[in-house]
C-alpha cells in the first residue's frame, strides 16, 4: 500500500519572467497559461467561454454600451463596424466611428460622442444632439471631442481633435447649450494631452499620456483648479483605465499602474506590471490596448 505525496501552497506570487529561471522561488513560475487560483490556493484550470451573443460574421465589435435607465430597463447595445446594434440585433445607428465611441448617462439619456458628432439616444431614438438656440452656443468643437463625463449638472468633453488639450463643458442642466467660451483651455502647457475623463475617489479625473489631473469640485465657474495627482504616468487612452475594486488601473507609455489613496487629497499611484515587464515590453499597439475586469 503506497502513500501519496502532497505539496502545500504557501502563497503564489505569480509569474515572474524578468529573473533568471534557476533564482526563482518555490512560489513562482516562469509561465503561468490558462491557469487561476482557487480559493484555497491550488491551481486549476481557467474556465472556458461560450457564445453569448453573435454580431455580423466577420466585424469586430469596437465597444459595448449597457445603458441603464432610472425605471430599471437596461440597454446592451454593440458598436460595430460603424453601427450601433441593440441586443435583439436591430440597428440603431450606421455612420459612427464605433472604434471611438465614449459615452455617458445624464438626465436619463445616453449621450454619445465618436471624434465626429455628438449623439443622444432615450431607449427608441437615436439623433445628433441639436444645438440650443441660446446665445453663443457652439457645439463645433464638441463634435470632434473623444471624451464625455457628467458631473455638477454638467457634461464635459475632452479629446478634441484640434484643441487636444481643452476642456469643455455644458450649461448647466443643459447638455445641448455649450457656449464658445465654456473651456478650460490648457492643464499643462506641454506636448501632453488628455486621454480620458474618469470619475475616482470624489473627484475628475483628467488623464493624459503623462500626467494625472484631479478636480474635487462641482461649480466649474467658481472651482476650476485642477491639482496633479502624485503619478509616475498618466494613460494611454480612455479604455485601459478601469475601476477594480477600490482602486483604478490603467495602462501608462511604460507598464501598468493603479490609483489608490483613502483620501482624494492621498491618491497616488504605484506600478503594478512589474513581474511580467517583459512581457509588456512586447507590447506594440497600445492605442488598440484595453482592460476588463474578470471576477
Avoid at 427608441?124 to 471631442?145: H, M, Q, S, Y
Avoid at 463625463?149 to 457634461?155: A, Q, S, T
Avoid at 442642466?173 to 492643464?187: E, M, Q, S
Wanted: hydrophobic share 35%; with cysteine; net charge neutral.
Amino acid at each position: 500500500m503506497g502513500t501519496r505525496r502532497t505539496k502545500t501552497y504557501l502563497g503564489l506570487l505569480g509569474q515572474n519572467d524578468t529573473s533568471a529561471p534557476d533564482t526563482l522561488t518555490d512560489y513562482e513560475a516562469r509561465l503561468l497559461q490558462n491557469v487561476e487560483l482557487s480559493s484555497k490556493g491550488a491551481l486549476i484550470m481557467r474556465e472556458g467561454t461560450e457564445l453569448y451573443k453573435a454580431v455580423p460574421a466577420g466585424k469586430q465589435i469596437d465597444r459595448i454600451i449597457e445603458y441603464r435607465k432610472q425605471n430599471g430597463t437596461v440597454h446592451i447595445l454593440y458598436a460595430v463596424d460603424g453601427k450601433l446594434i441593440n441586443h435583439a440585433g436591430t440597428q440603431i445607428a450606421t455612420g459612427l466611428v464605433t472604434s471611438k465611441i465614449h459615452s455617458c448617462v445624464y438626465q436619463d439619456i445616453l449621450y454619445i460622442v465618436d471624434g465626429t458628432n455628438y449623439y443622444k439616444y432615450d431607449g427608441t431614438t437615436f439623433g445628433a444632439v441639436v444645438a440650443n438656440t441660446g446665445e453663443g452656443c457652439d457645439l463645433t468643437p464638441i463634435k470632434r471631442c473623444r471624451y464625455i463625463f457628467p458631473r455638477g449638472d454638467r457634461i464635459f468633453f475632452a479629446g478634441d481633435s484640434q484643441n487636444p488639450n481643452f476642456l469643455y463643458y455644458s450649461e448647466l442642466l443643459k447638455p445641448d447649450y455649450v457656449k464658445a467660451l465654456n473651456v478650460v483651455k490648457t492643464l499643462t502647457d506641454d506636448d501632453d494631452f488628455i486621454t480620458g475623463l474618469v470619475a475616482y475617489k470624489g473627484a475628475m479625473l483628467v488623464f493624459k499620456k503623462k500626467r494625472i489631473f484631479a478636480w474635487f469640485g462641482h461649480n466649474i465657474l467658481e472651482e476650476v483648479s485642477f491639482r496633479e495627482v502624485d503619478s509616475q504616468a498618466g494613460s494611454v487612452s480612455q479604455q485601459t483605465i478601469l475601476k477594480v475594486e477600490d482602486k483604478l488601473l490603467f495602462m501608462g507609455l511604460d507598464g501598468i499602474y493603479t490609483l489608490y489613496g483613502l483620501y482624494p487629497e492621498m491618491i497616488s499611484s504605484s506600478k503594478v506590471s512589474r513581474a511580467v515587464q517583459k512581457t509588456f515590453d512586447k507590447f506594440t499597439d497600445h492605442a488598440n490596448a484595453f482592460a476588463c475586469f474578470y471576477k
